[in-house]
């Protein structure tokens, strides 16, 4: 079934669903809370860069995705911040500044339901993703394209383990983000292909993570005529603002 299109033409997204809702709208809740759900590592990230220990950071990010997963807060999206990154991070640190002045800590199951969050995940991730030198800030952003770069690429890896195809996308994934791949003639021998067509999978293969790419960032703004500058913006994090 095709996706419903807004008044621009462009596909309704997770976070247009919210931008757009009443503070009673189910469908909302559950598309913001999911959202949150998705992309709770940059706040663990951001919390770690100011310097709060593991076991604090832990208990904020699980308490603010489970009060959010329970009631989700419509009324206090702000229409005019269009990209779900800032409004997540606004959000957070409101929660987290709500928690200082009550000295306490929203502890796991204190009231809300418990949700499972890979922080071993995130801790490796903050340690060997993000360069120290990033202010907290910095460090979200970074952790947030690394976030969306991850799940673009467990998407595609899903589309070809679906077609059979896991092999061959475990041997030609070293190519997909511009690192140290490796040689065309090496990766033929090892997946007995010739290296012509290494190189003709190797393209299919980027045209499909980018075409992931696209859709995964296209919920998280308002409509697609924003993707482009959102890539841009993920793509300037991951370079920092010295540009390395």
């Known amino acids: 079934m095709p996706r419903e299109l807004d008044r621009a033409g462009f596909p309704v997204t997770r976070w247009s669903v919210v931008l757009r809702a009443t503070a009673r709208d189910g469908h909302a809740q559950r598309a913001l809370g999911e959202l949150c759900s998705t992309y709770w590592p940059p706040l663990y990230a951001y919390l770690r860069r100011r310097g709060v220990d593991r076991v604090d950071a832990e208990d904020l990010v699980q308490g603010f995705v489970a009060r959010t997963l329970d009631q989700a807060n419509l009324a206090g999206v702000d229409r005019e911040r269009g990209r779900f990154r800032a409004y997540l991070l606004g959000a957070f640190k409101n929660f987290v500044a709500k928690q200082k002045r009550q000295a306490q800590a929203l502890k796991r199951g204190g009231g809300v339901n418990s949700v499972s969050l890979d922080f ?125």
């Open 120 to 244: 071993e995940d995130a801790e490796s991730r903050l340690t060997a993703g993000v360069p120290d030198a990033r202010s907290p800030e910095a460090a979200y952003a970074h952790a947030w394209a690394m976030t969306v770069l991850q799940r673009t690429e467990e998407r595609l890896r899903g589309e070809y383990t679906d077609k059979g195809n896991a092999a061959l996308f475990e041997g030609l994934r070293g190519f997909l983000l511009g690192g140290d791949a490796p040689p065309y003639k090496d990766v033929a021998t090892a997946l007995t292909m010739t290296e012509g067509s290494v190189r003709v999978a190797v393209h299919r293969l980027r045209t499909q993570f980018r075409r992931h790419l696209r859709e995964e960032v296209a919920d998280t703004v308002v409509s697609g005529a924003d993707i482009d500058a959102e890539l841009r913006s993920l793509m300037d994090a991951l370079r920092g603002p010295d540009g390395g």
